[in-house]
């Protein structure tokens, strides 16, 4: 290791704000809420039918988004949500921001985002709320897909088309890879976003040094959770959008030799591995199952049941004394 590698070297903890991209959202909560969201994709057989697809498209461009652009104001969005299909839809197409930035801009001349809405509270009010506001803009379109695949376009557009690829990437690449419990632990989640922050840091100073980046697992989780926010994401990572060409989606090809270079630099930044357990590097086939059951929820028991805020850990350390017995001669 040469003098300027280790004068180069971070820890992770050491880089601030200003050396890296400001987060303007919270990434924590906002993953655990995709988490939840993606399993609600994954149990719900409603996505694997092509029309039911397709329709949910077209409830997404020619509903939604015109809905959502005349209720957005400058970069707030606001607090509603769509119905699981469109969301689904809308939740893919993000995950290409030039794409997206492209399609949002050639439409409605302005980027469309996302409301930051985590608990269940308020995903309930945004819902009904974009419900009283759709019933009235579209008195004769159900809120729900009720596809029965007889209202199907033909031929399919161009844009729908497309839209339909990533749609059916997505489902099954992100839908598979992020099932096991452990991801939606805080702890992990946290580590997880500090990852994330370093690996922008390595990429805003050292791209440089490699042609293409390979994230790992969490590191991934936490990209595509901050791209699903499209006017934070393209707010935070303002001047980098050649250096996110170099990174690689989950959904892509991997070379085993472009794995290897992302380790090296990451360890020559900061001098710890690159890859760990819950954070392989993706392109990795990992099949290992929980050694015991393990139930999960997406709910937050602090935010469920507010009565019980606040709480606070306490530790309690017991000293156990032991005294030898004496005994006469």
């Not at 893919?92 to 409605?108: A, K, N």
């Not at 791209?207 to 697992?217: E, F, K, Y």
């Not at 710890?272 to 990992?286: C, F, N, R, S």
Request: aromatic residues 12%.
């Amino acid at each position: 290791m040469s003098t300027s590698d280790v004068a180069s070297m971070r820890s992770l903890s050491e880089i601030s704000e200003e050396e890296t991209v400001r987060l303007s959202i919270d990434l924590v909560a906002a993953a655990r809420r995709n988490l939840g969201f993606l399993r609600l994709v994954t149990e719900s057989q409603w996505f694997q039918e092509r029309p039911n697809i397709l329709e949910s498209i077209r409830r997404y461009d020619q509903l939604w988004m015109p809905l959502i652009s005349d209720l957005s104001n400058g970069s707030n969005p606001p607090m509603i949500l769509p119905p699981l299909d469109i969301e689904w839809v809308w939740y893919c197409h993000t995950l290409y921001p030039v794409s997206y930035r492209q399609y949002c801009e050639s439409r409605f001349s302005k980027l469309i985002g996302k409301a930051a809405i985590f608990n269940e509270e308020n995903e309930e009010y945004a819902l009904n709320r974009c419900k009283g506001i759709w019933v009235q803009r579209y008195p004769t379109e159900p809120f729900e897909n009720e596809s029965d695949g007889s209202n199907l376009q033909n031929p399919v557009s161009t844009v729908h088309e497309e839209l339909l690829k990533e749609v059916s990437k997505q489902r099954l690449y992100l839908c598979t890879k992020f099932s096991e419990p452990y991801y939606s632990e805080i702890v992990y989640l946290i580590a997880a976003r500090q990852r994330y922050k370093g690996f922008l840091y390595m990429m805003h100073k050292f791209a440089d040094s490699c042609s293409v980046l390979v994230p790992t697992s969490d590191i991934l989780l936490m990209w595509i959770t901050h791209q699903s926010y499209p006017t934070a994401y393209t707010l935070d990572t303002k001047g980098l959008e050649e250096e996110m060409r170099k990174v690689v989606g989950g959904w892509e090809n991997v070379k085993e030799e472009d794995v290897e270079n992302t380790n090296k630099l990451w360890e020559r930044i900061f001098d710890q591995p690159y890859e760990k357990a819950g954070g392989l590097a993706i392109g990795k086939a990992v099949d290992l199952k929980p050694p015991i059951y393990w139930e999960v929820t997406d709910t937050d028991v602090n935010v469920k049941y507010s009565s019980m805020l606040p709480r606070f850990l306490l530790e309690v350390s017991w000293i156990l004394c032991f005294h030898a017995l004496q005994f006469p001669t």
